[in-house]
């Protein structure tokens, strides 16, 4: 993220998803109200609907196996329950009437209804097996409102339960309508599934009279959303989760339990269902007693399972949907993939998506290699078989805890039997081979927990098992520590365990016979040289990485002798990003030059028409290198050439095919557009770029990736920061804030504090120039409010250059805001910013920040000279815009060097009239017109005027000291040309002041 040093010229001018407690008072069933040490018992009663048998729309097989199953599960909690199955709407509304009857007196009224379900106009309705689509003409007559429901029963009963599961599809035709009475105005039926309850919400501000301690209604699917009824005979995938968790109710409290609800429903359906709860409970709410819970393994795994859906339930939709694609990417499950996020921590789990992408891919790698090592586990000991059968088992679950405990069992079996297993040669080949199998086993289970030390200690306990008896699995088993050493060194910084890793690989290449340099002596050491970076990127020197350039480089001439196109490409693309990491470390573009040669080398083994996917990383690599490149050369071709490669790059990762990619390869676009555009001083490079980044945002949305979608809007904010150099309006600005302003909505300063105080202070040289612009003095408080708050994480000790940049900023504001207000205060504390701002910036070190800072420093006291009439502030300001342009020269910084120059001339001509002398007239003269060489008509057409208007000036006080009629003419002229050309820039502002200007000059030329 680029920080922007501004600059400033000198011109004259209710819906809830989880229950909470809102008082901590309990409220139990089968135990009582907790209140001090008093305990009641309450009373549950329990409506059950299952309704299978539609007589004329589409029947459904499950919802009378539901209802059997939830009644006699809600009778063992402790309910009155009754089941009712298959009612039309006669019977369906009795049945309810008679519950309301009932529940008086009671505690909680339970209902669980599982059938055919619509919603309309805002209302939720039951459907009873005798509707059909002439009940739709006659809604609250033929159907069953819920809202009535629910009424009745709150005046009943002080909490209602309702869970709905009936979020099925439309079962009336397309385009049918609801009229609540045949007179009533109708209303579409909503597309899919029911909508969230009229009426229910939080009650935290509910009069004390009120008695009831509110509602809770579930529903199968999230509002708008259809429902599975599951196969044929079982139960549908909500009433399962109900039936396997409500189970857990004792000790635990109603809103986790409907939370593993939630993501077990989840989970079994891939992702496809996602049940939804709207509460307005006023108190926590448990069960107290109980089914059976499961014992032995399954009670194991179902005890982490349930800890694991409250984990998903607490995890952001960009992060579930990043587990999504993994999961369905590597063919791996998904409650796999979230029992290693669990084991991980959520403290622990990455922001950054690249980076969370980085842990699911690699144990999404390691989840298939256990998936298909299970082949290799032959053993007669049973023991062993239930404890790898339940260990396999609970890794499909997510239990990942559990499995490696049943595999540590395992491990702890086949250390007993150690002393057994020398009866036979093949005896103990298999017992070995066998063992080694579950070391390598829990090996993997380890690596899901992140625990790679472990995961490297297995595997190579599994190498020494093996290694007498089977030279396949010897090499895959080292491997496979070498790359867990790897890991657990890169995660942790362990460079010990990064160095046997590296002896690990050269134990592999000693199996290679007679010390041949073939493709698995070439794979091997490639693998090597990845390790030998990953030491070399942590350290000063480049020793390490200077060796894996070698080796990348001795791996290609094999690959390139054995005809391997696809890992030449490999090795290549790898010696490209080494050398890109020895390159970012030297002056000398050398090694940058020779990155862009490897990737582009890569490019010629990785064919379009073969992996085009492949190829479009290639080019997207290319890029990156070129752009890098370009900020140690200077010239635009490789800004132009890395244009063009993300462009190959985006016809293969299209928005339909790879959109996340898409989105990547949209943003380095637009970072190098906006490069290009300010180097060129090229308008429409800028706004492409700022296209290029919307584009981006389109897949980086704040819901999806929020820190990705943040950076994108950053770097458009800068885009349009650039736009605004070409444009006097505010309208770019303004967008330019915005995205700043949505940013930081993300980059907090407790999670991001770096790129939370850039953004401000980038936020602040945007207000700076809107308030510049329309004299705005509030946006300009904003811009100082802005700068400070930066300052607030860029410290002098900490960031000592930063630290100066904010100074400097901030003096620019302050100089503005002492003209905006007409408080010469401002202009001593913009004075006081520039020299603290020099105690850090000096010309030796920092000679353009310097130079900048001298010139803010004339500039602030010029204005402040306005005011204190002190000829030696103008000689200081003089003094210090001259040592600026010992570095702003002409050559190298051609806009800094006319606004020095501009600031000379005003103050020679300020001087001048202080001391009623002509003698600084002529100097002044030849600043201005200095100016002009850079300011031209075409090119800055405002700023021009402002030299025009400048120039009149010097000539009108040459006429005022006595030069004569001529003076007076070159004068006006000067004014007129300024006045055009405060036209074409649209700035008219000055135009009045000029019209003055130019009858009082006209008015004393008349007198002489």
Request: aromatic letters at 8%.
């Amino acid at each position: 993220m680029k920080r922007q040093m501004a600059f400033v010229g000198t011109w004259n001018g209710n819906l809830v998803r989880r229950l909470a407690a809102l008082v901590a008072v309990l409220l139990c069933l089968g135990v009582g109200m907790a209140r001090a040490a008093e305990t009641k018992n309450l009373k549950g009663v329990a409506l059950i609907i299952g309704q299978s048998k539609y007589e004329h729309i589409a029947a459904l097989p499950n919802p009378a196996n539901d209802a059997r199953d939830m009644a006699k599960m809600l009778t063992d909690l402790g309910f009155d329950a009754r089941s009712v199955t298959d009612r039309d709407t006669a019977k369906l509304k009795r049945d309810l009437e008679r519950f309301t009857e009932d529940a008086e007196g009671a505690d909680v009224a339970f209902i669980y209804y599982s059938g055919h379900g619509i919603e309309a106009g805002g209302e939720n309705y039951l459907v009873p097996v005798d509707a059909d689509v002439s009940s739709l003409r006659d809604a609250d007559e033929a159907l069953v409102p819920i809202s009535a429901v629910m009424d009745a029963l709150k005046t009943t009963v002080p909490v209602t339960i309702m869970l709905l599961d009936a979020c099925r599809t439309n079962p009336f035709p397309a385009g049918a309508v609801v009229r609540r009475a045949p007179t009533a105005s109708a209303s579409p039926i909503g597309a899919g599934g029911l909508e969230p309850v009229r009426g229910a919400k939080a009650l935290g501000n509910a009069p004390a009279a009120d008695a009831s301690l509110g509602t809770v209604v579930g529903f199968a699917a999230e509002p708008g959303r259809p429902a599975l009824d599951g196969a044929a005979g079982e139960n549908s995938p909500y009433a399962a989760a109900l039936l396997r968790h409500l189970a857990a109710m004792k000790g635990t409290e109603f809103g986790s339990v409907m939370r593993m609800v939630t993501e077990e429903v989840y989970l079994d359906t891939k992702a496809k269902q996602r049940p939804w709860v709207n509460e307005s409970l006023r108190r926590l709410l448990y069960f107290g007693v109980a089914p059976a819970e499961p014992t032995g393994d399954d009670g194991l795994i179902t005890g982490e399972r349930r800890q694991l859906l409250l984990t998903i339930s607490e995890l952001p939709d960009p992060k579930r949907a990043q587990v999504e694609l993994a999961s369905l990417q590597e063919g791996v499950p998904l409650d796999a993939l979230y029992g290693v996020l669990k084991a991980l921590g959520r403290e622990k789990i990455p922001e950054d998506p690249t980076d969370l992408q980085k842990v699911l891919d690699a144990q999404a790698e390691r989840l298939k290699k256990m998936m298909s090592e299970r082949a290799a586990l032959r053993t007669d000991d049973p023991e062993i078989k239930r404890l790898v059968a339940s260990a396999d088992k609970a890794i499909g679950q997510g239990a990942i805890v559990t499995a490696r405990k049943f595999l540590d069992d395992a491990v702890g079996r086949v250390e007993q039997t150690n002393d057994a297993v020398d009866e036979a040669e093949d005896l103990v080949k298999q017992k070995r081979l066998a063992d080694a199998a579950i070391y390598a086993r829990r090996a993997g289970a380890s690596a899901l927990v992140f625990d790679y030390k472990s995961a490297a200690g297995d595997y190579a306990k599994a190498f020494s098992l093996t290694e007498k008896w089977d030279d396949k699995l010897r090499w895959n088993y080292k491997n496979q520590e070498a790359e867990a050493l790897n890991a657990y060194g890169y995660a942790t910084g362990d460079l010990d365990a990064l160095q046997h890793s590296i002896e690990a690989y050269r134990i592999i290449l000693n199996f290679i016979p007679n010390g041949e340099q073939n493709r698995d002596w070439a794979i091997t050491r490639n693998n090597m040289a990845v390790v030998l970076q990953t030491i070399g990127e942590r350290e000063t020197e480049t020793a390490h990485l200077e060796e894996a350039a070698r080796i990348f480089r001795d791996s290609l001439v094999v690959f390139e002798h054995e005809k391997d196109d696809l890992n030449w490409a490999a090795a290549q693309n790898n010696l490209a990003n080494v050398l890109l990491k020895i390159g970012e470390r030297e002056s000398d573009p050398k090694r940058l030059n020779e990155a862009v040669v490897a990737m582009r080398a890569t490019l010629e083994k990785r064919p379009r028409d073969k992996v085009p996917l492949d190829w479009a990383a290639s080019q997207n690599n290319l890029g990156l290198a070129l752009y890098a490149l370009s900020e140690r050369e200077p010239a635009s071709e490789h800004l132009t050439q890395a244009e063009a490669a993300y462009r190959l790059a985006l016809e293969e990762y299209t928005r339909e095919k790879a959109p996340v990619e898409w989105a990547m390869v949209e943003n380095n676009l637009g970072n190098t557009l906006v490069s290009l555009g300010i180097q060129l001083n090229v308008k429409e490079k800028i706004n492409e770029a700022a296209d290029a980044f919307r584009a981006a945002l389109e897949v980086r949305t704040r819901e999806t990736f929020p820190v990705s979608w943040a950076t994108s809007r950053l770097n458009l904010g800068n885009a349009l920061s650039g736009v605004a150099r070409f444009d006097m309006g505010t309208g770019a600005l303004e967008e330019a804030a915005a995205a700043y302003d949505d940013a930081l909505t993300v980059f907090t300063r407790q999670r991001f504090p770096t790129d939370w105080a850039s953004a401000q202070n980038n936020l602040g040289s945007i207000y700076q120039t809107l308030g510049q612009r329309t004299r705005d003095a509030a946006k300009l408080e904003q811009s100082v409010n802005a700068f400070q708050a930066a300052r607030q994480v860029y410290v002098r000790r900490k960031f000592p250059l930063d630290w100066a940049m904010s100074h400097y900023n901030l003096g620019n504001t302050l100089q503005l805001l002492g003209g905006v207000t007409d408080k010469p205060e401002h202009y001593g504390e913009a004075i006081a910013a520039y020299r603290d701002a020099l105690r850090e910036y000096k010309r030796e070190t920092n000679p353009r920040q310097w130079a900048l800072s001298e010139a803010g420093l004339g500039s602030a006291l010029h204005w402040l000279s306005m005011s204190d009439a002190n000829p030696k502030t103008l000689q200081d300001s003089i003094a210090a815009r001259r040592a600026a342009l010992e570095v702003l020269t002409i050559e190298a910084a051609p806009i800094d060097w006319a606004n020095a120059q501009n600031g000379i001339g005003m103050s020679l001509l300020n001087l001048g009239n202080l001391e009623r002398t002509d003698k600084y007239l002529n100097d002044a003269e030849a600043a201005f017109t200095a100016t002009l060489k850079v300011f031209t008509r075409e090119s800055q057409p405002l700023q021009w005027a402002f030299e025009q208007n400048n120039l009149g000036d010097v000539h009108w006080n040459h006429a005022s000291y006595g030069a004569g009629k001529l003076e007076y003419l070159k004068a006006i002229e000067f004014f007129e040309n300024a006045k055009r050309g405060f036209t074409e820039a649209g700035y008219t502002m000055p135009i009045p002041l000029t019209d003055q200007k130019i009858n009082l000059a006209k008015k004393q030329m008349a007198k002489k």
